[in-house]
């Protein structure tokens, strides 16, 4: 049983360029929650999909926008990047209820 | 922001010794919630408490939890050289439309063989 998978793994991008983050959320999940984790400090929440649908969404910039397709995997947009969005993000999915299983992440270094 | 804030920031013990740390937070929650992230990959969920129990077992993990004083503990027995790693809190707020989960900024811990 696969659990959640990030691609890609790594990524190394300039000011003022577009990424996109790819996220499959474990076998039987519909819901995908993505995280902002900067070095040394705890992961913060960026968005949550349900049913296709943006259901929360954290303290980020218009810039960060997202998406779910009908098989529950997610994309993460960041668009005009800044040296700031420099951090791991992460994939976590679940099912109807709180624990949440995370993906390896996507380490973004903005240049 | 972060609502969780674990104390210490870096614990460093022998192997075979207990492991404690703590979490606090700021407002009423849903639950409770202990994970684990091994060099700065994912998250591994440990134990969740309700914010209507009081203390929780699982393996060699105790987690106690004092809505009273918004604060939670971590207790890791007889610890293992495997057991390094980072540890955070996450609190799940209560009440109705609200889904994320907010994280403290973790306690290192480092267990010595």
């Known amino acids: 049983d696969a659990g959640v998978t990030q691609s890609p793994t790594h990524l190394i991008k300039t000011r003022g360029q577009q990424v996109t983050l790819r996220c499959s959320p474990k076998s039987g999940h519909d819901t995908v929650s993505w995280y902002q984790q900067a070095l040394g400090q705890g992961p913060q929440f960026i968005f949550q999909?349900?049913?296709?649908?943006?259901?929360q969404r954290g303290n980020f910039p218009d810039r960060f926008s997202g998406h779910q397709f009908p098989n529950y995997s997610s994309e993460l947009n960041v668009n005009a990047l800044l040296l700031g969005d420099s951090a791991l993000y992460l994939c976590?999915?679940?099912?109807?209820?709180?624990?949440?299983?995370f993906g390896s992440g996507t380490q973004l270094s903005v240049l | 922001s972060q609502q969780g804030e674990e104390d210490p920031q870096a614990l460093s013990i022998q192997e075979g010794e207990n492991a404690t740390m703590n979490c606090s937070y700021k407002t009423s929650i849903n639950n409770l919630q202990w994970y684990r992230q091994n060099s700065g990959r994912g998250l591994v969920h440990l134990i969740l408490i309700r914010s209507n129990e009081r203390e929780k077992h699982s393996g060699r993990l105790r987690v106690t939890l004092d809505t009273s004083k918004k604060s939670s503990s971590l207790l890791i027995t007889a610890s293992r050289a495997a057991d390094t790693a980072s540890y955070f809190c996450?609190?799940?707020?209560?009440?109705?439309?609200?889904?994320?989960?907010?994280f403290g900024k973790g306690t290192k811990l480092s267990v010595i063989p």
């Open positions: 996450a609190t799940a707020p209560s009440g109705a439309g609200s889904y994320q989960l907010t």
């Open positions: 999909y349900y049913e296709e649908e943006e259901r």
């Open positions: 976590a999915s679940s099912l109807s209820g709180a624990k949440l299983f």
